[in-house]
């Protein structure tokens, strides 16, 4: 069965740093595009970061040079590093895989259950 399991969330104070794993069972990893997404009270889910299966990253504007995405295959883990966090940086991080299949099966989808992120100004 597929799983993504996210760990690493918690409280830290204005200008401090987190990191965030998640780890994939039941999917072929090599094959995911894995990314993270973060949804604060009120409003709509939206991505922070993606790296693909070739290690290709993109990031949201608000974090770009404070957070970085990176992947381990052997370890099917995916992290996302945060630096010089902010009040606005506060909410749940979902860790999202797009496993791709070929053209017959096509791109199956899998959320993680997240981890909360809270930042102190």
């Known amino acids: 069965q597929e799983q993504l399991v996210e760990s690493g969330g918690g409280l830290v104070q204005g200008g401090g740093s987190l990191r965030l794993s998640c780890v994939a069972s039941?999917?072929?990893?090599?094959?995911?595009?894995m990314s993270w997404y973060r949804q604060a009270p009120g409003k709509q889910r939206e991505l922070v970061a993606r790296?693909?299966?070739?290690?290709?990253?993109k990031y949201a504007d608000s974090v770009k040079g404070r957070f970085t995405v990176s992947r381990d295959n052997a370890k099917n883990t995916v992290s996302l590093q945060m630096n010089g966090l902010k009040a606005e940086d506060t909410a749940v991080y979902y860790c999202n895989a797009e496993e791709d299949n070929g053209p017959r099966i096509g791109v199956l989808e899998f959320w993680g259950q997240g981890t909360q992120v809270t930042v102190s100004s």
């Open positions: 039941g999917m072929i990893f090599e094959r995911c595009t």
């Open positions: 790296i693909g299966s070739g290690g290709t990253t």
